[in-house]
């Protein structure tokens, strides 16, 4: 099992990856639904249960993103 911190790094490694793959941030909605597609994959496989979890994350997800455009700020 990863750390935290191995994660985070290779999380930073792939945003490296695709903005070098397209420097165009509108681009790259693909690979975050790509992403959220492979998640949503995982809390069904997972635990049943897990799937009504991934609802709430996408719920917070779309708060966040509100935020984030309403404030500027993650």
């Not at 693909?30 to 996408?58: C, H, I, R, V």
Request: glycine share 4%; proline share 3%.
């Amino acid at each position: 099992m990863r750390s935290e911190d191995e994660l985070r790094e290779l999380l930073d490694e792939s945003a490296r990856e695709i903005a070098d793959f397209s420097d165009n941030p509108r681009s790259w909605l693909t690979w975050m639904t790509y992403l959220m597609d492979k998640l949503d994959e995982q809390a069904k496989g997972s635990n049943p249960m897990y799937q009504e979890s991934y609802q709430d994350l996408l719920y917070a997800l779309q708060a966040a993103i509100r935020n984030r455009l309403s404030t500027g700020g993650w």
